[in-house]
């Protein structure tokens, strides 16, 4: 059987099709699994409980089809309260790293990794003199923001009594 590596894996957001001739020409835009995150609200406060298990408890009950476990790094400050109120799960997993001076993603196979930003550094650096090697340069970078899916949240939440009957003259 022929090795496979995967390279991506996540979701086909957005496909435009260009028709030149006999020519087919596809440009694709593509999310990761993170962008899973940001389509799950949280609402949960905890007490007395270390990131990794506030982590494992937080995909456990929202989105479980990422492994959370395997690829987390134990321990850490014991949060006596820290409360996630109508947070989306990367906002909640942001304040947390902020907290905690950590780090995370998902990878191409659905595992959550938490870690110290100093445990997982570049085996290569950036500079302005290049040896493409062990060094590379910082040109050509590209950045591009889209915000066709850009998503506002409103929350509303209702009284726990009924109001008198009010009448207008318009």
Partial sequence: TAETTRYFAGYLTKIKRDINGITKMYD???Q???WLLDYVLVNETF????AD????E????????INSTTYVDAGGQTHDKITFNRLTLRQALNILA???DMDWYIDYNKNFHWFAPTTNIASFDLSDA????TTYPYSKFSYSRDASQLINRVTVVGGDYLSADTDFEI
Avoid: G, M, V
Avoid at 53 to 56: A, F, Y
């Fill in 98 to 100: 902020n907290i905690d």
């Fill in 28 to 30: 694709c835009t593509c």
């Fill in 58 to 65: 937080l995909f456990a009950a929202y989105l479980s089809e």
């Fill in 53 to 56: 298990t506030i982590i494992d």
């Fill in 130 to 133: 290049p040896d493409n090697s």
């Fill in 32 to 34: 990761d699994y993170a």
């Fill in 47 to 50: 007490e007395a409980r270390t």
